[in-house]
Structures are given as structure tokens and as C-alpha cells.
């Protein structure tokens, strides 16, 4: 027995429970309605008619003759619709190639078998080149497409020999020119000559049961010859219902006969990963980037063929890269009216001369006429939670930004120490807050990592903060880089070690395939090909915590609304005195500053959260506060880093409170320990109003 089969024996789904219900897909609408499709009947068999939703490039013409892909769903041969496949026909007519998605009949409306299917698409074919010249069809360039059992009946209409058509005895005339197949089933039967266990031949007579004729009269990897259509397959290799080595037998037994045969693997893809399926959880999100991959290489492989002309326009760069929206807004800009805003919000990796010049230098590069201002907004060891705080300050009172980076996976995690909720909040509120300031702003989230973080990756688990953050990317649909999983990767495949990277501040390297990876995304986002127009505002979805700072705000230590008793001073600290790393941009920065215990605070405000951004050195010391009047909490503000640094940290000490007028009071403490700790350096207060 060999390998091969042994494996297919081994894997019971593929014979048995596949096609029954792993070959559906997602449940679309049936019969479905396209406002943008011509609707025709391809077929009537049976008193059935059989429909074909046709769609056409807005730039058609009278004799025009192009190429056509035809789509057939999946569904087991037992249900699915057409729907499935309408976002690449959409696509396809986009590129000049018309489209048509398929009905054929099914198990459950119909209560044919497996062969039927494969005959109505040989007649969708037919009826396809018959009427070429009513729908600018090119006869001799027509491509069978599907997936899973719509890919099975696409590939059966280029490999397998025609079965005897139903009307008239006669062989249907049905050979598609090309064939595009997502995670098609190839193989119904074992290969000949291979004994069957008592397993293994119950799963092939259920099998006989739902074809309608032998198994291997349709089982597409038993008719492989010379002369096949050019084939290109998009399949999973994490696929358990049509396993991965059943299409890589296919296509070797096909390149070995002398045909053109392309496999392209999607690593960890399950089946039907190509489907479109929208809404904003992590598994659609991946099903998005999984789409927008199929749809590219469809493009490239129709393209090498030489049916269309240009560069794809569906865009994908990595499972790293994920392109959500299109950030054509920041393009219309730059080109149409000369000019571009450019923010960079983040911590010390932003505020450090590394990804962010890189990227600065090659705008200016790609649009040379247009007058750039670049906001440098990373201030070190600041989380996001002081971000969305800071962000109308540092960023949004410069003017509108039509395009923002912005990065705090790894302060969240080492400075902050955030959990899920706070990584959440602090996120959603810069990102909230700068789609409000402008709807067509358009937005990078770029997650860093630390060793900690890296090692977590490399266990196969996710980093709190950035899994966080990205649920908000993707929520908000605001693209992403994931650094950590590519240089994890890198380090893996043995192209980089950590050192080289830089480790948590990347060095000239790491930094390098940063910017790297940011060029990509936008060259990749920017849609190329036509005219740029003014695109239309952002719809912003629900909140995902109701806690979020997304009216977030600084207010000035001199505000008169606070209120403090003489113990404290408005002014410069007198730094020289005082011991402990300081940085430059806090030294000339009035604070609002106690030494002294018993010093009290009070401040009046509206909103949902109060809290302070200031500086804990190795001086600083506890407080008192409550909201209120309510019971009195401690909060010791001295951080882990503050040993030998003055640090920035913003502390929270209301958050989630109701939307209303509240007190806070704030008293500083007494020496909590033998260092005699006392000292409370306020930068300002932080309210979500």
C-alpha cells in the first residue's frame, strides 16, 4: 500500500463525514438577489430552471469579447448558494472580466446526485459559449471555478470525460479554457489497485450512495491526462474535510502529464478559508485576509495568461499585513491636493529615530510635490491608556490628520502591565477619538514586541495587549502590522536572531523591516490604476466597552477647577536637586508638586473617569483619594522603573463611573517606607469627559 493512500485511509474524513456537511459553506441567502447582475436561465431540466447571474464591466462595449470565469458554489452537493462566490465575480467585472455565478441542482432542493451537479455545470459552460457574443464573451476564454464541491464540479468539466447528458442523448460540449478551484474535492475513491479495510469500503459504498454513478466516473484524480485546461488551486493546509495531500497528489500526477498545474497552500487555513464572511470576530477577519489572498493570485494567475492587463487591485501582503479598509482617503489627499498631515503616536520605539524617519523619508519619495507636516507623538514608556488622554494635545490640535501610526503593544505590556480591559480601553479611545476629529483618517496599528512578548508568540499563545488592540483594529476596521509575529517567524525560518532585530528597541535592522513592512501595506492599500476620488466618511460601530476613553483629555495643572491647599507648588521641580535619571522634554515642564504629607487635592469634573498623568521617581510617594465622598482608597504611585528614572504613568482613580458630575479628593500620604517616599509630581489630570 502506498503512503499516499495510506494517509487517505488514515484520514476517515475525506471519505466519509467530508462531503455530507464539511463542504458547506457559510449560510448565504437562497434563491439570492443581486441588484448588479443580470439574472438569466442557463438551463430548464425537469420543469427546474437552472439560473446564471451575469456581471458585466461598467466599460463594455458593443463587439466586445471577454474573458468570462463562472462560479459554482459549495455545499456537499446538497445545499449552497450562488451567493458565495458574488464578491469575486464583483472583483472579476472590476478587472474587466465577466462574471457569472451558477445555481445547479442539489441533493436538498432538487434531490439529485453528485453526477447531476456535474452536469449542469458542463451545460452552464455550454450555455456560456453558445451566448458568447450576446454577453461580450471571448469563447475561447472561459474559466470553470468553485469551491469545495463547486470546485469538484469545476475541475470535473476540464479532467473528467462528459458523462451522456439528460436532453438528447448527446455529449455536452463543455471544456472550460482555464480553471481557478478552491479546496476542491479531487478524490472520491482510493487510487487503483489499493486494498480497503471493512472501514474504508463503507465509506466508498455511502459514497456511491450520494454520486449517483462509481465514484471514480467523477473522481477528477482518476481522469488526469495530458491536456488539461491551466489549473491554479487555492487550498488550506490545516483542511480536514478535503485533506491537503489530496489536491498535492492531484496536482503532481497533473504537472507529471505534462499540464500547468499551480498549488498555492494557505498555512493553518481550514476549508472554505476563502470565503468573504464579514462581521469583525478574529476568525472573519482571517477569512478577509485569506479572501483578499485567494482573490489576488486569482488575478495574477488570469494576468499570466494574459486574459487581463495591470497590477491586481484586491491587495494582500502577509498574514503579518492585514489590510482592512483602504486607505485611498490619505492618496486622494496626497495627490489631489498636495499636501498630508502624517502622525506617529506611540511610545520611546515611536519617539526614537527608527521605523518613523524611515517612513517620513519615502512619502516624501512617493509624492514629492506634496507639502508634508510629520507629528512626532511618541513620548517613551507612555501606554495607551495615556495616549487617548494625550492624543488631542500631542496629535489631533495640529489640524486634521489624514494619516496616523500608532503603536503601544509593548508599553502596555512591560511599562503598564495592562489587563484586557485596559489594553481595550485605552486603544479604542485614540482610536475612536481620531476617527471623530476625522472620519477619513486613515489609521496603522502596529504591534511591537518585547522578549516577553516574543516568547509568548513562540509557545503559540497571543500577548495580551496586542491581541487586545487588534480586536480593536479590527472592530474599527483600521489595517495592522503584526512586527511581533513576522519577526518571530523570521527568527524561526533562521533569517534573523533577536540581537540582530534589536531587541525591544529595534536597531537599524529591525527597524528597517519595519519600515518595510509599513511601505508594503500602504503601496498595497493605496489602490493604483485610476483616479483617486474624494471618499466617503467612516461609520463608526458600536463602542466595545462603554468604558473606553474615547473622550479623553488633559487637563492643566493650573486648571482653577483644582483646587489645592498650600503644601503645593506650580512650577519647574527644581531637578538639580533631586536624584534620579531625568528626561529632558519633563525638565522645563511646570508640574504641580508636593513634598510635603497631608497635602490635599480637590477637583470638580464631568465624565466617566479621572484619573492623573505624572512623573514617579525614586522619591515618589502614596495617596489618598476618593470620588464622592465614598470610601477612601491607597494608590502608591511609585512605579518598578522608577528606581533611577523620574517616570512617566498615568494612574486611573475613577473609571466607569456614571456619566455625571463627581469630587475627587486626593491627600498625599506619609513616609510608607525607610526611603521616606513623599514626593507626587503631577504632569496633569486625565478626564474622560
Given at each position: ?7 487517505l ?53 458593443e ?17 449552497g ?37 456535474v452536469?449542469?455545470a ?8 453558445e ?8 469563447p ?71 454520486t449517483?454513478?462509481?465514484p ?44 500547468d ?55 494582500y501582503?502577509?498574514?503579518?499585513v ?6 485611498d ?9 498636495k ?26 519619495e ?35 490628520v489624514?494619516?496616523?501610526?500608532v ?63 487588534e ?11 503584526y ?18 532585530y ?55 495643572v ?66 489618598q ?25 498615568t494612574?486611573?482613580?475613577g ?23 513623599t ?7 486625565t478626564?474622560?469627559?
Open positions: 500500500m502506498s503512503s499516499f493512500v495510506l494517509r485511509l488514515i484520514s476517515g474524513t475525506f471519505l466519509g463525514g467530508l462531503l455530507p456537511q464539511a463542504l458547506g459553506q457559510r449560510s448565504w441567502a437562497y434563491p439570492p438577489v443581486f441588484e448588479d447582475a443580470t439574472e438569466f436561465t442557463y438551463r430548464t431540466v425537469e420543469d427546474i430552471e437552472l439560473r446564471a447571474w451575469v456581471f458585466q464591466p461598467d466599460n463594455v462595449a463587439g466586445d469579447s471577454r474573458p468570462a470565469v463562472v462560479f459554482f458554489f459549495g455545499g456537499g452537493w446538497r445545499s448558494t450562488p451567493a458565495q462566490f458574488a464578491d469575486q465575480c464583483r472583483y472579476l467585472a472590476s478587472r474587466g472580466v465577466v462574471a457569472v455565478t451558477c445555481d445547479y441542482r442539489v441533493a436538498s432542493r432538487h434531490g439529485v446526485k453528485a453526477a447531476s451537479c452536469d449542469d458542463r451545460y452552464a459552460i455550454r450555455w456560456l459559449r451566448n458568447a457574443g450576446m454577453l461580450s464573451v471571448n475561447r476564454q472561459i474559466c470553470a471555478a468553485g469551491g469545495s464541491a463547486g470546485g469538484h464540479i469545476a475541475c470535473c468539466t476540464g479532467v473528467v470525460p462528459a458523462l451522456v447528458s439528460a436532453e438528447g442523448g448527446k455529449a455536452v460540449r463543455s471544456v472550460p479554457n482555464a480553471m481557478v478551484l478552491f479546496n476542491p474535492a479531487v478524490m472520491l475513491a482510493p487510487l487503483d489497485g489499493v486494498e480497503s479495510t471493512r472501514q474504508q469500503t463503507k465509506k466508498l459504498s455511502a459514497m456511491a450512495e450520494r449517483g454513478v462509481d471514480v466516473r467523477i473522481s477528477p484524480i482518476h481522469h488526469v491526462a495530458a491536456g488539461q485546461p491551466p489549473t491554479v488551486i487555492f487550498h488550506g493546509t490545516a483542511d480536514t474535510a478535503v485533506p491537503y495531500f489530496t489536491v498535492e497528489e492531484f496536482a503532481r500526477r497533473s504537472r507529471a502529464a505534462g499540464n498545474v499551480t498549488l498555492v497552500g494557505y498555512p493553518g487555513a481550514p476549508h472554505g478559508f476563502f470565503n468573504n464572511r464579514g462581521g469583525n470576530s478574529e476568525s472573519s477577519d482571517r477569512s478577509l485576509q485569506w479572501y483578499r489572498a485567494t482573490v489576488q493570485q486569482m488575478d495574477l494567475f488570469l494576468a499570466r495568461l494574459g486574459w487581463i492587463q495591470g497590477e491586481p487591485t484586491e491587495r501582503v502577509s498574514e503579518h492585514r489590510i482592512r479598509r483602504y486607505l482617503a490619505s492618496r486622494y489627499v496626497f495627490e489631489s491636493k499636501a498630508g498631515r502624517v502622525a506617529f503616536l506611540g511610545g520611546s520605539i515611536t519617539e526614537m529615530p527608527g521605523y518613523r524617519p524611515q517612513v517620513e523619508r519615502w512619502l516624501r512617493q509624492y514629492p510635490n506634496a507639502g508634508f507636516e510629520f507629528i512626532n507623538a511618541g513620548i517613551s514608556s507612555t501606554c495607551s491608556n495615556t495616549g487617548a488622554f494625550r492624543l488631542q494635545r500631542d496629535v489631533l490640535s495640529h489640524g486634521p489624514d494619516l496616523m501610526f503603536e503601544f503593544a509593548v508599553n502596555d505590556d512591560q511599562d503598564a502591565g495592562h489587563s484586557a480591559a485596559n489594553c481595550v480601553r485605552g486603544m479604542e479611545g485614540v482610536i475612536r477619538q481620531a476617527l471623530v476629529s476625522n472620519p477619513n483618517m486613515d489609521i496603522v496599528m502596529l504591534h511591537f514586541p518585547n522578549d516577553g512578548m516574543l516568547t509568548t508568540i513562540e509557545s503559540g499563545d497571543e500577548p495580551i495587549s496586542s491581541s487586545r488592540h480586536a480593536v483594529a479590527r472592530h474599527y476596521g483600521v489595517s495592522s502590522i512586527v511581533s509575529r513576522y519577526v518571530a517567524q523570521e527568527i524561526r525560518d533562521g533569517n534573523l536572531t533577536w540581537e540582530q534589536g531587541g525591544t528597541h529595534p536597531k537599524l535592522p529591525g527597524n528597517t523591516l519595519v519600515a518595510n513592512q509599513v511601505k508594503q501595506l500602504l503601496e498595497q492599500g493605496w489602490r493604483s490604476g485610476g483616479p483617486v476620488n474624494e471618499p466617503s466618511a467612516v461609520e463608526l460601530p458600536e463602542l466595545l466597552d462603554p468604558a473606553s476613553f474615547v473622550v479623553g483629555r488633559l487637563v492643566a493650573s486648571d482653577p477647577a483644582i483646587e489645592v491647599s498650600s503644601e503645593w507648588h506650580l512650577d519647574v521641580p527644581a531637578w538639580d536637586s533631586l536624584s534620579g535619571s531625568k528626561r529632558s522634554r519633563f525638565t522645563n515642564e511646570i508640574m504641580l508638586h508636593t513634598d510635603e504629607p497631608g497635602a490635599t487635592l480637590s477637583y470638580q469634573f464631568s465624565g466617566n473617569a479621572v484619573g492623573a498623568y505624572l512623573l514617579a521617581g525614586p522619591d515618589a510617594g502614596a495617596v483619594y476618593r470620588i464622592d465622598q465614598e470610601e477612601w482608597q491607597t494608590m502608591d504611585l511609585l512605579h518598578r522603573y522608577s528606581k533611577g528614572l523620574h517616570y512617566p504613568r494612574v486611573m482613580f473609571i466607569g463611573l456614571e456619566d455625571k458630575e463627581h469630587l475627587l479628593e486626593v491627600v498625599t500620604q506619609a513616609p510608607n517606607s525607610a526611603q521616606q517616599r514626593s507626587v509630581r503631577l504632569l496633569a489630570l478626564v474622560n469627559q
